[in-house]
């Protein structure tokens, strides 16, 4: 595809579509967005870079790099060649002392990011906010997002469309016909009632126990569901619920699938729940882990937010109920649920959980560093740790 013309403005919080020729494409995530990559950071290079097929050829053709390529992805369920990585768990093969030595021809996969591009019904385009780079002083990221865009054909684009609306499609009649079908618009606007009671205990407890235990009818408005929501009984004990959900992140044998987070020093943590202590890890290229922290996950309470880590803190929540991918994730959500809830109970259930993740996350990380709070700051911690993982959240759609 060459993208054409592009146009539009972008207001804070509100959606912007805007069309290259007839593929409609949303960019109002990066718009007004900068970024400059940090020396020595190399996150995105723990991340398996995947190769396009034009990619594979000239690596394959290439003997520098020829060796790197390997037929399968670590994660199942991406397709084609990859470059390997080192050790099981360890960084890209062509990382070294946190440089990468084939800059220049670099994968697009690398040269995309912090931008990924999500294909449902529409091409959209995120931000990968797990980069430390986001916001700082340098490149426009929306002038990056429509170079990556250039790198695919039109009809790639296309194809690309086509197979993701087969499954949007199904996914519609599914609802449909099971009566708990709701529409991308009153799901959003049920998102964004609800985004101010996500950041206070009693309102994201409520939202919480309504997702598990209330039985909204077939055909029931999300406006409805909403305010069943907020009269529901709260969780009886959220802190529980937020610690089991907490350790079960890390409750993983395999290392290279726990979560990530680079610090602000810009080491690679890692963390792991070993018999009842949340074991801290330090990666280092090679895949070798060193132990460097225990902590007992009963000792992290969810902190309480100052007014303006709430105002960031909601500010990234509005950001993922406007995702398309988040939409995806709630249709995933649901038809693993065989479409016995309505659909704004699913999408809502996704919300509060997800925000209870983000609050354990950022309070978790914020007692390590002896907070008791959660500033501004912190709650931007927590929104590094966190991301990279809610993009790879299951979807249906797919990121390409
Ligand atoms: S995560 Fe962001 S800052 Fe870090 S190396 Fe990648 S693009 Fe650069
Ligand atoms: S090819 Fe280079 S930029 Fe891409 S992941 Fe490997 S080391 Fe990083």
Redesign the pocket.
Known sequence: MRTGTWSGSAKEGTQLAVRSDTLETDLSEVMGRS????DN?????LCQPELLPGEESKFRADPRLRDSVVETHISPEVRGAAIKLRGRHGACHFLSGRRCMIYQDRPHF?RA??VNIFVGWRIQVNA?L?????G?DGESLEDLAKSVLRDYTRRELEQELESARVVFDEFGRNVRRAKVSQSTSSLREAGSVVIEDLADEVGLSRVLAYAEHGRTRQNTSARDIVRLARRSDAASDIEELAIMDGTELFDLEELSLLPIY?DRR?NWNLYKLQGDAIVGYRLSEDGSVEEVSRTDPASVHLMPMTASGSKIFQDYMRTVNARDCFLGHAAHLCDMEGYSYNLAQVYLGALANNALDLWWRASFLASRAESERLDSAEVREGIVFFDMDLLDLPTIGAFI
Request: glycine residues 4%; aromatic residues 10%.
């Open positions: 970024y400059r990559c940090i950071c190399a996150l995105c290079c690398c990011f912090p990968n797990s980069c430390r780079g986001i700082l680079i810009l």
